[in-house]
């Protein structure tokens, strides 16, 4: 039995997780049979087989994840993918049932098909090339699959064969092997029998592993029909890939043109309200009063009417005492 890359490293990480359910399970049945035994030794014993056998577990775990993400690419490396025989559909079109017309008809013009099944390199690309390095006719490649998303190592994303509108960016990935550094490489994506988009350049990518072409149009871009990706090396046609778009691609959203807006009317500023008059204090009244002659007299009315000071009041003079009267003796 022939077992692929792929394959066998499936095998190895279904084995894997099959050997970190039995080894979990045995370490906790141990666990709970040691328990229950009446003797320390024993007990202990029993307990810590169960807890390595669950430790074995966790490593089988660690194993099946590293043996699923890492083991395919490092694979690769040292195994280069094998060319996979792509048939090349060579359609004859042989009449089952020839009629033969009792009038025979010297055909004038004899029909000779000009269309044949397989791709030919477009001169108006070819005069594009810039490599003058010799491809290697031996050069193979894989079936193209394609995706809206790659991971890391150029592989798809949930790959499809029919894209629902709006697509957007758009991976046709594949694997190669036998291809020489600087050999001139292609990739055109037809819509029908249109080429809507190509890429062409010296091959920069090893002799083997993994590649992709990719475009990434606008929305409108991706009109519904039936696509496909040739890929040549110099101009030696090598795969091609079909999908399928479908439904109406989203209709931009039509942003009129601005109109010139005006820009904002500029509010007059309230016209100035005069202030309110000033209105005049009170002059200072003028003592001084002027008489509408020429000669202008001015009174001056004294302000302060100086007052006489009281004129001292004499004291009452003292009273004097009555002398003491001398009385007649008899």
Do not use: C
Request: charge should be negative; avoid cysteine; glycine fraction near 6%.
């Amino acid at each position: 039995m022939n077992l692929d890359i792929h394959t066998t490293i499936q095998t190895a990480f279904l084995l894997a997780l099959a050997g970190t359910l039995l080894s979990i399970l045995l370490g906790i049945r141990a666990i709970r049979s040691g328990s229950r035994l009446p003797y320390f030794r024993k007990r202990n014993d029993r307990i810590m087989s169960g807890w390595r056998l669950i430790f074995s577990g966790v490593i089988l775990v660690a194993l099946a994840l590293m043996l699923n993400r890492y083991a395919e690419p490092v694979a690769y490396r040292f195994f280069p993918p094998s060319s996979t025989v792509t048939q090349t559909p060579t359609v004859t079109q042989t009449p089952t049932i020839t009629l033969t017309p009792t009038i025979t008809l010297t055909p004038t013009i004899t029909q000779t098909p000009s269309i044949t099944d397989t791709p030919s390199m477009p001169d108006e690309v070819a005069d594009l090339f810039e490599s003058e390095v010799t491809p290697n006719p031996d050069a193979v490649f894989s079936p193209l699959q394609f995706a809206q998303e790659i991971d890391d190592i150029y592989q798809p994303v949930d790959p499809l064969v029919e894209f629902e509108n709006p697509v957007g960016h758009l991976y046709a990935t594949f694997s190669y092997d036998g291809m020489l550094e600087g050999s001139q490489w292609t990739a055109l994506w037809y819509r029908g029998s249109d080429l809507v988009y190509q890429e062409t350049k010296p091959w920069d990518g090893g002799t083997g592993g993994y590649g992709y072409s990719d475009w990434d149009p606008t929305s409108t871009d991706w009109t519904p029909g039936l696509y496909s990706v040739q890929i040549f090396v110099g101009k030696e046609w090598k795969v091609s890939g079909f999908f399928t778009v479908a439904g109406e691609p989203p209709d931009p959203s039509i942003t009129p043109s601005p109109s010139l807006t005006l820009g904002p009317t500029r509010t007059p500023k309230p016209s100035g309200t005069p202030r309110p008059s000033r209105t005049p204090q009170p002059s200072p009244t003028i003592t001084s009063t002027r008489t509408a002659t020429s000669t202008a007299t001015i009174t001056n009315t004294p302000t302060i009417t100086l007052t006489p000071r009281p004129s001292l009041t004499p004291l009452p003079t003292d009273t004097k005492w009555p002398t003491a009267t001398r009385q007649s003796s008899n």
